[in-house]
């Protein structure tokens, strides 16, 4: 018997969202209510003065595309096993720091850890796991397959769901960064993608009819994260968020946090007016309010070829090194110098740095009514030309450096050519 309706939640992006009882109650606990209070994309909204919107908002809509996918593949699925799916995309998203991918950075340097490594741990040791046993789920499967880890022997497939090349979190981000930016690259169909998708070889797949709705999917991520993520002004914040939360961590207690309870009450709204009153941040949080941001002094696109470049520049020790030789030819302090590779572990967004791999499984029908798997690049060359995304290296400092900065990191890092510009 169907579970009784828990009311509609109106997005912005996917219309009314019918959720049940069990959803409801989830959607009620702290670590899922917490997400109203941390920003999607934290930066963004000093050049896209209306991209304010929350986690909580990305999650309901990763939840509502995740049904949709559940009910729409041409396979046997139980009703558990989609309700269970709708549960895990809600859930996914709970591990984020303040300020979402911002935060980042510290986890995975003093704690070895990223935020989804929080998600079991927020699930079990909060009231979700009993509104989940309650329902009938078992919390510990339930919080694997929210972070895509489940490795299901028979469903293998359900992780791809959540955490895949084309899956309900990408494909919910990328409208929703993009609505809210104003951006407007992420106008591609979503339910086309979804409901061409099937399971071929216990793979996630593609039918080769929708090609071109893909090619749109990648089209607007790949411009989404030239125009959004990695804007200038946008990193530049984001690099000045990092260095405020860094020298203000010891007197934050930002990392101690022995409970859930402590780590809950880690949200935009408490760290930001911390970092402000703290001596060691009140600085760069001025600095942030008067909109005095870092400027980005040297620029340039390393393509496939240059990639051994790009991966050196992507060592933290070599980067110190050239970071240190740029300031000294400039004449500057060293901390006033900062190379910023967007995809690096170091800096934010590096979980949502690569482009989605063009081996994304697609199948053809054969003319013997058979599906059979075919090479992206076989049929799509926008795929082949996509595979060759570039890495940007960018040179930061402050504005009256910026000069000197310039012409040492121009030196240093080769000179950026015509076609590069």
Avoid at 78 to 88: D, F, G, K, N, S
Avoid at 329 to 346: F, G, N, R
Avoid at 392 to 410: F, M
Wanted: proline share 4%; hydrophobic share 40%.
């Amino acid at each position: 018997m169907a579970e009784k309706s828990g009311g509609f939640i109106k997005d912005p992006i996917h219309g009314y969202v019918r959720i049940s009882q069990t959803e409801r109650s989830v959607i009620d606990t702290e670590p899922v209510q917490r997400l109203k209070r941390i920003r999607q994309l934290a930066g963004s909204e000093f050049v896209y003065p209306a991209a304010n919107h929350t986690r909580f908002e990305h999650v309901i809509g990763a939840m509502h595309l995740s049904g949709t996918l559940a009910e729409a593949l041409p396979i046997d699925l139980p009703r558990h096993q989609r309700e269970q799916l709708r549960l895990a995309a809600l859930l996914h998203d709970i591990g984020h720091g303040p300020f979402s991918h911002v935060f980042e950075p510290l986890l995975a340097k003093y704690l070895g850890k990223r935020h989804e490594d929080f998600v079991p741990w927020l699930v079990k040791e909060t009231d979700i796991a009993e509104r989940l046993e309650e329902a009938g789920f078992d919390a510990s499967i339930l919080c694997l397959l929210a972070v895509g880890k489940l490795a299901s022997r028979e469903r293998p497939y359900l992780d791809q769901i959540i955490s895949g090349s084309v899956d309900v979190d990408k494909l919910d981000y990328v409208v929703r960064d993009s609505f809210h930016t104003g951006a407007g690259y992420g106008s591609f169909d979503v339910h086309r993608l979804l409901y061409a998708m099937d399971v071929i070889d216990d793979s996630l797949s593609i039918d080769d009819s929708a090609v071109a709705t893909l090619e749109s999917f990648l089209l607007a991520r790949f411009e989404s994260f030239r125009t959004i993520y990695f804007h200038k002004a946008s990193r530049a914040v984001q690099i000045m968020m990092v260095r405020a939360l860094e020298v203000a961590r010891d007197e934050l207690h930002l990392l101690d946090f022995d409970g859930p309870e402590d780590y809950l009450k880690l949200d935009d709204y408490k760290v930001w007016t911390g970092l402000k009153e703290c001596r060691k941040s009140e600085k760069i949080m001025q600095d942030l309010e008067h909109r005095r941001l870092l400027k980005c002094a040297y620029e340039r696109t390393l393509f496939s070829g240059e990639e051994l470049r790009s991966n050196i520049i992507s060592d933290e020790r070599v980067r110190g090194d050239i970071e240190k030789q740029i300031a000294r030819k400039a004449k500057t302090a060293w901390e006033d110098v900062v190379i910023d590779v967007p995809t690096l572990p170091s800096v934010p967004y590096h979980d949502t740095g690569t482009l989605p791999s063009v081996d994304i499984p697609v199948f053809s029908h054969s003319p013997s009514g058979r599906k059979e798997r075919v090479p992206l690049l076989e049929i799509s060359r926008i795929a082949g030309v996509l595979q060759t995304f570039m890495n940007l290296v960018r040179v930061y400092t402050k504005e009256s450096y910026r000069s000197r900065v310039e012409s040492a990191a121009r030196q240093i890092l080769g000179e950026v050519s015509t076609s590069e510009k």
